[in-house]
């Protein structure tokens, strides 16, 4: 009877030790707007089609191509993504392919 009111003892004092350290924690949760997150998103594209069209400057068929598979993939992707209905959809892909 004793080990189990010092076992309640000590799971007490170490959620309260626990609760105290979180509510003490700095840590900041950044939260962004659908806009932001929107924003992120399509800059990210255009930084992977960029990064991958860089080398290809010399070979307009094999840029033409290139541009064609990844402008596939990431309409695939958006399709998925909650943030966007089918009219920014097709705006996005009209952006990225004018990158």
Known sequence: MDSEIIYSGVGIVIFVIIVIMTMRSNVVEIIQSKEEKRADIINGYKQELQVALEPLVDDID????KKR???KK???ELS???FFDK???REIILELSQE
């Open 74 to 76: 990431f309409n695939t």
């Open 69 to 71: 598979e990844l402008l």
């Open 80 to 82: 998925l993504n909650i």
């Open 62 to 65: 094999a840029r033409v191509a």
């Open 87 to 89: 009219d920014e959809l």
